[in-house]
């Protein structure tokens, strides 16, 4: 089964009169769908009372929970200091989601436009192989760390970076976002067949297994050469990629993944377009 929710919280959700995301989860479900993605992209804010209230929540109205780690978490940096705080970060992210019972935690690995590429890359590793023992040595190895793909050029994230950052450990599972590979490649994501050769590459690194439990985000991008510039809804037909050759895909290579969706100020709305979307093709 294929879960579908929103990264963040929908403008009307705040309009609706709704203050506080611990009523996210009983919100979502009224709509009808079933994941949720708490953003610490600020930072890791929530207290751990708080955190349980939310995880009650989400147990109660069937809600998949998921955390977006801090942005500002760099894994190449030059700078010994910001490496170690990457970590630290990574851990307190790791922490709230055992206080919420969230199963996922969404990991930007960083940039590297101040060192080698591959030094960036084999740096990253060595963060993220430390992470993954400070992890185990604190009984939080049960909580998936999920390395994002991300959509500018001088950021670590292409799939093959990727998929080579989760090579590392079976537990660790990678964040595809279909909208950064699409911005990426300069608007490389045109037919069904170009997913069905992304689901391939990623099978064929780590297996079926990690493949049908992938964690996804998706929603149409505007792009430069730079690559990412911005996440646009659904509706606005001119932006790519087109969710149903990718929900068209998916139902092919038969996926039990988390989708979440990533439309600015619409998510939950454009969650339950996809969702829709992709149960109509059954």
């Known amino acids: 089964m294929v879960k579908f929710g929103p990264g963040g919280n929908s403008e009307s959700f705040y309009e609706q009169g709704y ?77 709230a989601a055992k206080w919420m019972g969230a199963k996922r935690i969404v990991v930007h690995v960083g940039s590297y436009s101040k060192v080698d590429k591959k030094w960036a890359l084999e740096t990253s590793a060595g963060v993220l192989v430390k992470t993954l023992q400070i992890a185990k040595e604190n009984s939080l190895d049960d909580i998936a760390i999920c390395p994002e793909v991300l959509g500018k050029v001088n950021q670590i994230g292409t799939l093959d970076e990727i998929l080579a950052l989760c090579s590392l450990d079976e537990k660790l599972i990678p964040t595809v976002d279909f909208g950064h590979l699409h911005a990426r490649g300069m608007g490389a994501l045109k037919e069904e067949e170009d997913f069905i050769k992304v689901f391939e590459k990623i099978e064929k690194v780590l297996g079926y297994e990690r493949l049908r439990r992938l964690h996804i985000h998706f929603s149409r991008i505007e792009y430069g050469k730079g690559g990412e510039k911005r996440h646009r809804v659904l509706d606005e037909v001119e932006y790519g990629p087109d969710f149903l050759l990718f929900a068209r895909a998916m139902r092919k290579k038969r996926m039990d993944a988390v989708v979440i969706c990533e439309s600015r100020e619409l998510m939950a709305e454009d969650a339950l377009k996809m969702k829709r979307i992709y149960e109509e093709l059954e």
């Open 19 to 95: 203050k506080l995301s611990v009523d996210m989860p009983g919100w979502l479900r009224k709509m009808g769908l079933d994941a949720y993605e708490y953003q610490c992209n600020k930072g890791v804010k929530i207290g751990r009372k708080t955190a349980e209230e939310m995880g009650r929540n989400a147990a109660l109205n069937n809600i998949f929970l998921s955390i977006h780690a801090p942005y500002y978490i760099n894994m190449p940096s030059p700078e010994e200091e910001k490496r170690i705080n990457s970590v630290r970060y990574i851990f307190e992210t790791l922490e």
